[in-house]
């Protein structure tokens, strides 16, 4: 629930910038010269991109979350057998040896979204973001394509 809480409030401080840095872009388009119409939409491209990157990233963590919910709701989401540091950090050869685990899991069933999102937990726990958030896209794709068919 914090995770949320900090995720909508920092969605809202974004937007609010976001308005903030277009209506300056909007003053500069009306000075009218050559040089601040440039300026201006050179400066209201930022927050389109802005808000695009917003938009996907919040898809993505609903999205995400649906999977996990359905995946607890069966009784699937992978257990936290992890060691840790002292200071509580994952220690990494444990993350190595369950994200094997998780791989061989997916290359056996590659069309099963719910080893994709494991896969993609392994991933994380492994510090490959990039990694994690390609298998979790997947994931998503491969449950959405099950959820058409029926």
């Given at each position: 629930?914090r995770?949320k ?9 974004l937007?609010v ?10 003053l500069?388009i009306?000075?009218g010269?050559a040089?601040?119409v ?6 209201l ?8 990157f ?18 607890e709701a069966?009784g699937?989401l992978?257990v ?15 993350a ?6 998780r ?12 080893s994709?999102f ?10 490959d973001?990039?990694?994690?958030r ?15 068919r029926?």
């Amino acid at each position: 629930m914090r995770a949320k809480i900090t995720y909508f409030l920092l969605a809202a401080v974004l937007v609010v910038y976001f308005v903030l840095v277009g209506s300056r872009g909007v003053l500069l388009i009306e000075q009218g010269t050559a040089v601040t119409v440039a300026f201006g939409v050179a400066v209201l491209v930022l927050p389109l991109i802005g808000a695009w990157f917003l938009w996907h990233t919040t898809r993505f963590a609903r999205r995400a979350g649906r999977l996990a919910r359905q995946l607890e709701a069966e009784g699937g989401l992978p257990v936290d057998e992890l060691e840790r540091t002292p200071s509580g950090r994952i220690d990494r050869a444990s993350a190595d040896a369950v994200f094997a685990r998780r791989r061989v899991e997916a290359e056996q069933n590659p069309d099963d979204w719910r080893s994709w999102f494991r896969l993609a937990v392994a991933y994380h726990d492994a510090r490959d973001t990039p990694r994690a958030r390609k298998a979790m896209q997947h994931a998503i794709a491969l449950h959405e394509a099950a959820a058409r068919r029926r």
